[in-house]
């Protein structure tokens, strides 16, 4: 009875400290997924302000702010504790950094040409609008490639750590 009782008790034992990883490798993928979803969400609040609140802002310190935000999220992920595995990390923090050079890249010369605007904003969209248009097409396939890159990454995590997780 004391052997069934002492083999019931490393069962339990072990099965918890094996759940437990699981636990945390599940805190772990939440936590990296989520820096990438504030990298998005970063991105969607610029272009938010930007068209409710236009007139009403400072371009340029919106654009920096953006920036700033952006660099933050990927010093959060790099430093985020975690599995021995560092792949996925990687794998979002150089999701996080594609954003945020894609975003400099391509916003930056809109950025300019509106904060060195003088005179009609009518005349300037028609004049450059094609430009601007030309900019967001390069940041979207820019983000459309790194979610593809971050999508594979996150499959081999996956397969690795989380496969059978809830």
Known sequence: MKKIGFLLFVLLVAGCSFRKPQVDIQKYNNQLLTFQEQSVETLENYYQILNKEYSKIDLEETYQATIQK?????????????????????????????????????????????????????????????????????????????????????????????????
């Open 70 to 166: 952006l660099q933050q999220l990927i010093t959060d992920a790099e430093t985020y504790p975690g599995v021995p595995d560092e792949g996925f990390k990687a794998g979002i923090v150089a999701y996080i950094s594609g954003v945020r050079t894609a975003f400099m890249q391509h916003e930056y010369p809109t950025v300019r040409l509106l904060v060195n605007l003088s005179g009609d904003a009518t005349e300037f969209y028609r004049k450059d609008s094609q430009q601007i248009s030309a900019n967001a097409m390069k940041l979207q396939a820019e983000l459309a490639k790194l979610d593809k890159e971050l999508d594979f990454v996150y499959q081999q995590f996956k397969g690795k750590y989380l496969t059978g997780a809830k």
